[in-house]
């Protein structure tokens, strides 16, 4: 049983297409969150969503776009795609402060 | 926003060494967390530790939340103790909650 699981694992596509990661957790979890890992292993919050309400919103590019369509699930769009975009993006969880965050396994992107 | 520092920022251990990583953050946390990332890439949740000890079979972790430090210990590593060990700390701001990351120490043990 998967606490926070994403899809795809790998994605591997050209510069200018538009793509989506999925994320869903099963842990009844308030807040979810989207974190990009860089080459340098450095891990940054692009996103949380508390709810299905855009709560956090780390001066990320308007070319990514966050969606939950209800608090269990918090998708990733992507468009125009661009080679810096490549990185690991990482969806996590969490009770919203009163415990520990739970991260789904990460989406290794590569764009060339 | 709170500053998260690690060290040592590499280490390398012959296999059954003990080895002691710090994270020292520079404001006052409600959460404070250790994460081990393995060559696979997962991020494996070590520790939730706000504050106090806590053991989990070879590794322990201690926060003093009061003097804005961490430590976590491995004991007789082991080759499979290999990847990025990450600190990551939350403060709460209104309704929002995020976690920050330190750099990682990237811990190598040679069999």
């Known amino acids: 049983d998967t606490a926070v699981s994403q899809t795809p694992k790998y994605l591997v596509t050209q510069m200018g297409n538009d793509k989506s990661i999925k994320c869903e957790q099963n842990?009844?979890?308030?807040?979810m969150y989207w974190y990009k890992q860089d080459s340098k292993k450095f891990l940054k919050i692009m996103f949380s969503?508390?709810?299905?309400?855009?709560?956090i919103n780390e001066t990320v590019p308007n070319r990514f776009s966050p969606k939950s369509p209800d608090k269990a699930h918090l998708n990733l769009h992507i468009n125009s795609l661009e080679l810096g975009d490549s990185a690991v993006y990482f969806c996590?969880?969490?009770?919203?402060?009163?415990?520990?965050?739970?991260f789904g396994s990460g989406t290794r992107l590569t764009v060339v | 926003g709170i500053q998260v520092e690690q060290s040592p920022p590499d280490l390398i251990l012959q296999e059954g060494a003990n080895s002691t990583l710090r994270c020292n953050f520079s404001?006052?946390?409600?959460?404070l967390q250790w994460f081990h990332q393995n060559p696979w890439g997962q991020l494996i949740n070590l520790f939730y530790?706000?504050?106090g000890t806590k053991q989990n079979g070879r590794l322990s972790a201690t926060t003093v939340a009061t003097e804005r430090y961490s430590l976590l210990y491995i004991s007789s590593s082991q080759t499979t103790d290999s990847g990025v060990y990450f600190c990551?700390?939350?403060?709460?701001?209104?309704?929002?909650?995020?976690?920050?990351f330190g750099k990682g120490t990237l811990l190598t043990v040679n069999p």
């Open positions: 996590a969880s969490s009770p919203a402060g009163r415990s520990g965050y739970t």
């Open positions: 530790i706000p504050s």
């Open positions: 404001d006052s946390v409600n959460n």
């Open positions: 990551a700390v939350e403060q709460r701001g209104g309704s929002n909650y995020k976690l920050t």
């Open positions: 842990l009844g979890h308030d807040t």
């Open positions: 969503y508390n709810n299905k309400e855009l709560i």
